[in-house]
T-cell receptor, first 109, second 110 residues
C-alpha cells in the first residue's frame, strides 16, 4: 500500500530558527510534492522534485530516492511561515497524488 | 487567469439532500481532481479525470459522482447526503509539474 508519513505532526519554533520537516513514502515514485496550506485554508504548491534538491527563497526541499525520504527546510523562519506543510507522493506511472497528514508549523515572534 | 474556481464556498445540507459542487479551471489542464479534507486528516482523492469524457475513482468515491463534459468543468455530485460527508472539498487541476488548488467548499451535513 502506498503510504506517506510526515514528522513531526506539530512543530512550534521561535522566529529565526532553522526548520526541518520530514516525509517518508513506501513505494517507488516519479515525483514528490511539497504543498503549503495557509491558515485560511488555501493550498499552494511549493515544490515538485524527483531527485536532488530545489531551493526557492528561504525554502529548500531535498529528496533521497534510495531511502524514500524527503525533507523540507526553512531558513530564518518567520511568523508568516506558520502554516500546514503537506508532503505528497506521485507514484510511478500515475498523475494522482497520495498525501501525508501534514505538519502544522507555528513560528512565534 | 482565474485559475481554479469553486462554488459555493459554504453549504449546509440536511441528511438525504443532494447537491452539486462546481469546479472550473481556465488553464486548459487535462488533469482534474476532487479531494476531501477531514479535520486533522490528509487530503483524500474522491475522483479524478485525465481529460474530457474520462473519469475514474479515487480512494473514497462512495456517495459521489462526477462528470467531465468539457476540459474546463468538473462538477462533483453528492446524492443522499450523509453526516460522514461533512468535510472541506478541494478541486484541483494539474500540469505534469504542479497541482493548482481551488479555494475549497466547506460542507456540513446535519
Amino acid at each position: 500500500k502506498n503510504e506517506v508519513e510526515q514528522s513531526p505532526q506539530n512543530l512550534t519554533a521561535q522566529e529565526g530558527e532553522f526548520i526541518t520537516i520530514n516525509c517518508s513514502y513506501s513505494v517507488g515514485i516519479s515525483a514528490l510534492h511539497w504543498l503549503q496550506q495557509h491558515p485560511g485554508g488555501g493550498i499552494v504548491s511549493l515544490f515538485m522534485l524527483s531527485s536532488g534538491k530545489k531551493k526557492h527563497g528561504r525554502l529548500i526541499a531535498t529528496i533521497n530516492i534510495q531511502e524514500k525520504h524527503s525533507s523540507l527546510h526553512i531558513t530564518a523562519s518567520h511568523p508568516r511561515d506558520s502554516a500546514v506543510y503537506i508532503c505528497a507522493s506521485q507514484p510511478q506511472g500515475a498523475q494522482k497524488l497520495v498525501f501525508g497528514q501534514g505538519t502544522r508549523l507555528t513560528i512565534n515572534p | 487567469n482565474a485559475g481554479v474556481t469553486q462554488t459555493p464556498k459554504f453549504r449546509i445540507l440536511k441528511i438525504g439532500q443532494s447537491m452539486t459542487l462546481q469546479c472550473a479551471q481556465d488553464m486548459n489542464h487535462n488533469y482534474m481532481y476532487w479531494y476531501r479534507q477531514d479535520p486533522g486528516m490528509g487530503l483524500k482523492l474522491i475522483y479524478y479525470s485525465v481529460g474530457a469524457g474520462i473519469t475514474d475513482k479515487g480512494e473514497v468515491p462512495n456517495g459521489y459522482n462526477v462528470s467531465r463534459s468539457t476540459t474546463e468543468d468538473f462538477p462533483l455530485r453528492l446524492e443522499l447526503a450523509a453526516p460522514s460527508q461533512t468535510s472541506v472539498y478541494f478541486c484541483a487541476s494539474s500540469t505534469i509539474y504542479e497541482q493548482y488548488f481551488g479555494p475549497g467548499t466547506r460542507l456540513t451535513v446535519t
